[in-house]
């Protein structure tokens, strides 16, 4: 019922820019929080960063001041603006959608993922 297409993804040189892109489809009685996770090779997936509904983001360390996540609620999509990236930026970067859907008659919380995109930083 829910599904994110995750695109943007690619190869850049170090210092150049990747804007990725995450698509929702399907039925959720409400967004509340979006986010971008990623998994560089050999390491645990992590944070890079949120944004809920009222615009609040929450930034990994390690990307603050080069990453800019925003959304458009009339696309149903978020992006991910990666400037100055490093190459250890390199890795899968997954969307991740949290919100409440219907079950039955009640509301749930329900995380929802994308299927990931490929980012390589490398000269």
């Known amino acids: 019922q829910v599904q994110l297409a995750e695109s943007g993804g690619g190869l850049v040189q170090p210092g150049g820019s990747l804007r990725l892109s995450c698509a929702v489809s399907?039925?959720?009685?409400?967004?509340?929080?979006m986010g971008w996770y990623r998994q560089a090779p050999g390491k645990q997936r992590e944070l890079v960063v949120t944004i809920t509904s009222g615009t609040t983001t929450n930034y990994a360390d390690s990307v603050k001041g080069r990453f800019a996540i925003s959304r458009d609620n009339a696309k149903n999509t978020v992006y991910l603006q990666m400037n100055s990236l490093k190459p250890e930026d390199t890795a899968v970067y997954y969307c991740k959608v949290t919100g409440l859907v219907y079950i039955g008659s009640n509301l749930k919380v329900g995380d929802y993922w994308g299927q990931g995109t490929q980012v390589t930083v490398s000269s």
């Open positions: 399907g039925s959720l009685f409400s967004v509340n929080v």
